[in-house]
């Protein structure tokens, strides 16, 4: 092959580079599966949050009848349960709102709505929770006072020490991902309007 | 997960050109350039966490982009599809004075079967034997047979 036919080969894809350098990448299909991605980690979460407060609506009421031996408050117990079917509803209503999986056909301007009101109203259910649950162990730990004795109530207290910053690390570590995946969706969302 | 992504979308932006190129130089038509373009997008990014740096990072984009194009089945019904992508340049179509040489290149390269397409590609951007080797699977002396091979081919197409 003559030299030239090659030097002009080689120009023309020099020409081709120099033609796709001014151009911009736009991938819907890739943005797409990155999102899908992160959708995985927010279900993920959501189911793990559905089997926690389902298995405490089916052993609650066991166990609040045992506890009812020793002058366990019946009102508390029915609280307990009450607070924990309320979460499980409340979570499984802001969840579907959400509509995990039909959201990447969806208009954009509307994904990023309903992405920032699901953070806002699971903010406020949270901190509806937290109250009850203060009030909750406050009222446990009264209970305990009455039938515990000195030493009991000090291993009590030290038991509560342990698994109540666990609960609350728990509880705050997964809902801080599931706000942070959020908070990415809505930036990756915002990035196409 | 944010740090992988911005990681991968600069390295995307790095090698667009090259990757396109490809997908481009494999292709009938622009839509068949454009599917090819997010396929090979979306293979880098499957892959992207098992690529340890066990080759340069530029062989391993040729690689991909080059098995995306050779492997890439044809569908008989094109269904519509809602506009996704571009890059938004139509080099089947447009026709500049550039374009219309890049279209010469494409004709020429075209002739080729799919794996000389691959080589004279590789080859065309200045890569050693060694590398070629390594981006297609082949020995560097294979290379060096087949590039003689495919330089009269185009010799003897030239002369026509």
């Known amino acids: 092959m003559e030299n030239n036919e090659l030097e002009e080969m080689k120009a023309q894809l020099a020409l081709l580079n ?15 599966e ?22 405490c609506m089916v052993f609650g009421p066991a166990l609040i009848w045992y506890l009812r031996m020793y002058n366990f408050p019946i009102w508390l117990g029915f609280l307990a349960i009450a ?10 209503v802001l969840f579907n709102k959400l509509n995990l999986n039909s959201f990447t056909n969806e208009n954009v301007v509307n994904s990023i709505k309903k992405f920032k009101d699901f953070k806002k109203y699971h903010k406020i259910l949270l901190t509806f929770e937290w109250g009850i649950t203060a009030i909750a162990f406050i009222s446990i730990f009264l209970w305990a006072s009455q039938i515990l004795s000195k030493q009991g ?25 599931i706000y942070s995946t959020c908070d990415e969706i809505i930036e990756q969302l915002e990035e196409k309007v | 997960m ?64 080059l098995n995306t ?21 139509n080099l089947f179509t447009d026709t500049d004075d550039d374009t219309r ?21 590789l ?22 047979v087949k590039l003689v091979r495919i330089k009269e081919q185009l010799k003897k197409m030239s002369n026509e």
């Not at chain 1, 109530?153 to 991902?177: D, E, F, N």
């Not at chain 2, 279209?103 to 000389?116: A, P, T």
Request: glycine fraction near 4%; aromatic fraction near 10%; proline fraction near 1%.
């Open chain 1, 34 to 55: 990155t999102l899908r991605n992160k959708m995985r980690l927010v279900n993920t979460n959501k189911y793990f949050i559905l089997v926690v407060d389902g298995l």
């Open chain 1, 18 to 32: 120099e033609k796709l350098e001014k151009e911009h990448i736009v991938n819907e299909k890739l943005t797409k």
């Open chain 2, 69 to 89: 194009c050779l492997t890439a089945e044809r569908k008989k019904k094109r269904s519509v599809k809602t506009v996704p992508l571009s890059m938004d340049i």
């Open chain 2, 123 to 144: 080859w065309l951007e200045n890569m050693s034997y060694e590398e070629i080797g390594q981006i297609i699977g082949i020995s560097t002396k294979n290379v060096s």
């Open chain 1, 83 to 92: 607070v924990t079917a309320f979460d499980f509803f409340a979570q499984l």
């Open chain 2, 2 to 65: 944010k740090e992988k992504e911005n990681e991968f979308t600069s390295i995307v932006k790095a090698h667009k050109n090259t990757i396109y190129t490809v997908c481009y130089l494999f292709s009938k038509d622009n839509d068949e350039a454009n599917d090819l373009f997010q396929e090979t997008l979306i293979n880098l990014w499957r892959g992207f966490d098992s690529f340890k740096g066990q080759c340069e990072l530029k062989t391993w984009i040729w690689r991909v982009s």
């Open chain 1, 153 to 177: 109530l000090i291993i009590y207290a030290i038991c509560l020490a342990l698994l109540i910053p666990l609960g609350i690390w728990s509880v705050t570590s997964r809902q801080k991902k």
């Open chain 2, 101 to 121: 040489q890049i279209q010469q290149l494409y004709r020429r390269i075209n002739k080729l079967g799919v794996v000389d397409r691959a080589i004279i590609l």
